[in-house]
């Protein structure tokens, strides 16, 4: 039977829990998420904060299998190993988990311990997301991180023999990088790698360092557009050679080493999300809603603990439910579903408008599922407006 997509829609993305560390031990110069530096953190008053919106979000989602959960940050890896068991714990109690639940912690090489991640495993912790960013110092300290490569290959090395899944993450089109640089550099990380890599090209957002030297014209040697168009093509070919399907615009992976996490998200399910700045998107009573918490950490604990509480809330209107999974799920490989998209948004996406994408290469349409190609992904915000027009 066809699922009601009027009730019931988030069902076909799944629920996850995301829970947001904010602290590092420096503020990366490209960074633009919600990450502080701080001297010292009461993680006793943070656990107890935790728990208290756990059980909180718990309520509002009686009944609810949790098929993932996700520390992201920040650098959660800061977090004592304790403190996670706690959290995990608290989790338990509020939902039933699937059988296969996903528990990833995103780390940093140089925060990396062979103690603590035991302690992690232990609690409950299956899959890690490694920062490594670059596999040469020198771009190492131009992005502004303090682990060197040295310290990032003990820090895979000790993560694949701790969980049963691991992943890290590499920023390329930097500055005065070649595009043979480039491949040389992801071929090392593929012959290190163990089933999922995530590959970012570096953007220049506003609020961050990078952002600000740009803007004074002192960000020099970053690669003209087509360079970068060049190295997203070889990063397609060569890690598809090595057995990884491009599932996501910058996510890569072996057979069934996909990030079920974010797959919630590019396909539109619900997550709560807990701690600073946590976005999230429940369905409640049959009615689909965005909520923020409060970015600040100060802040965000005293909301937590007083009656005024740290999320805000607000329902998402028929219109950006579809635009958003129209956003998210073109980034999959596998797309979306247009009999869905006019569930959603309650208009379907004109054929007109995917025919003009198909017949210029941008677009595929099967029945009624809608993939970029290749080039589509090159170009995917130009793509997206031509459908939304």
Same mark, same amino acid.
């Given at each position: 039977?066809?699922?009601?997509?009027?009730?019931?829609?988030?069902?076909?993305?799944?629920?996850?829990?995301? *829970?947001?560390?904010?602290?590092?031990?420096?503020?990366?110069?490209?960074?633009?998420?919600?990450?502080?530096?701080?001297?010292?953190?009461?993680?006793?008053?943070?656990?107890?904060?935790?728990?208290?919106?756990?059980?909180?979000?718990?309520?509002?989602?009686?009944?609810?299998?949790?098929?993932?959960?996700?520390?992201?940050?920040?650098?959660?890896? /800061?977090?004592?190993?304790?403190?996670?068991?706690?959290?995990?714990?608290?989790?338990?109690?509020?939902?039933?988990? $699937?059988?296969?639940?996903?528990?990833?912690?995103?780390?940093?090489?140089?925060?990396?311990?062979?103690?603590?991640?035991?302690?992690?495993?232990?609690?409950?912790?299956?899959?890690?997301?490694?920062?490594?960013?670059? /596999?040469?110092?020198?771009?190492?300290?131009? /992005?502004?991180?303090?682990?060197?490569?040295?310290?990032?290959?003990?820090?895979?090395?000790? $993560?694949?023999?701790?969980?049963?899944?691991?992943? @890290?993450?590499?920023?390329?089109?930097?500055?005065?990088?070649?595009?043979?640089?480039?491949?040389?550099?992801?071929?090392?990380?593929?012959?290190?790698?163990?089933?999922? *890599?995530?590959?970012?090209?570096?953007?220049?957002?506003?609020?961050?360092? @990078?952002?600000?030297?740009?803007?004074?014209?002192?960000?020099?040697?970053?690669?003209?557009?087509?360079?970068?168009?060049?190295?997203? *093509?070889?990063?397609?070919?060569?890690? $598809? $050679?090595?057995?990884?399907?491009?599932?996501?615009?910058?996510?890569?992976?072996?057979?069934?080493?996909?990030?079920?996490?974010?797959?919630?998200?590019?396909?539109?399910?619900?997550?709560?999300?807990?701690?600073?700045?946590?976005?999230?998107?429940?369905? /409640?009573?049959?009615?689909?809603?965005?909520?923020?918490?409060?970015?600040?950490?100060?802040?965000?604990?005293?909301?937590?603990?007083?009656?005024?509480?740290?999320?805000?809330?607000?329902?998402?209107?028929?219109?950006?439910?579809?635009?958003?999974?129209?956003?998210?799920?073109?980034?999959?490989?596998?797309?979306?579903?247009?009999?869905?998209?006019?569930?959603?948004?309650?208009?379907?996406?004109?054929?007109?408008?995917?025919?003009?994408?198909?017949?210029?290469?941008?677009?595929?349409?099967?029945e009624s599922r809608l993939t970029a190609t290749a080039q589509g992904r090159l170009v995917l915000n130009a793509v997206i407006e031509g459908l939304?027009?």
């Open positions: 039977m066809k699922p009601s997509f009027a009730t019931e829609d988030w069902q076909l993305g799944g629920f996850g829990l995301y *829970l947001h560390w904010p602290f590092c031990q420096s503020k990366c110069p490209y960074c633009d998420f919600n990450s502080h530096v701080a001297a010292k953190v009461d993680q006793g008053r943070w656990e107890t904060a935790f728990l208290a919106e756990i059980e909180r979000v718990g309520a509002q989602t009686k009944g609810r299998v949790l098929q993932t959960i996700f520390f992201g940050g920040g650098t959660p890896s /800061l977090m004592a190993p304790e403190l996670v068991s706690a959290i995990l714990g608290k989790v338990r109690e509020t939902w039933t988990l $699937a059988n296969d639940v996903e528990i990833t912690m995103e780390a940093n090489p140089g925060s990396v311990e062979v103690g603590r991640f035991n302690g992690y495993r232990n609690a409950g912790v299956n899959r890690v997301s490694i920062g490594v960013q670059a /596999l040469n110092d020198v771009d190492l300290k131009a /992005l502004g991180r303090l682990h060197s490569v040295e310290d990032a290959k003990a820090a895979i090395k000790i $993560a694949q023999k701790t969980f049963d899944r691991v992943s @890290f993450d590499l920023i390329y089109a930097r500055q005065k990088q070649s595009l043979q640089a480039w491949t040389m550099e992801l071929r090392e990380a593929l012959a290190m790698a163990s089933g999922h *890599l995530s590959l970012y090209q570096l953007t220049i957002e506003d609020g961050t360092a @990078f952002g600000d030297r740009f803007r004074r014209g002192l960000l020099r040697g970053l690669p003209s557009e087509d360079l970068g168009a060049d190295m997203y *093509l070889a990063t397609q070919e060569l890690t $598809a $050679a090595a057995g990884y399907r491009s599932y996501e615009v910058s996510n890569y992976a072996q057979k069934e080493q996909e990030s079920r996490h974010n797959c919630i998200y590019w396909n539109a399910g619900d997550y709560a999300g807990i701690g600073p700045g946590a976005h999230g998107r429940l369905t /409640l009573d049959g009615t689909r809603y965005a909520t923020e918490a409060i970015a600040n950490p100060a802040a965000w604990l005293a909301g937590v603990e007083g009656e005024a509480g740290a999320e805000s809330r607000h329902t998402v209107p028929n219109h950006e439910q579809g635009l958003e999974y129209l956003i998210m799920g073109l980034r999959r490989d596998a797309g979306i579903d247009l009999d869905r998209f006019a569930s959603l948004s309650g208009n379907p996406v004109s054929l007109r408008k995917i025919n003009d994408l198909v017949d210029i290469g941008m677009v595929e349409k099967s939304m027009e």
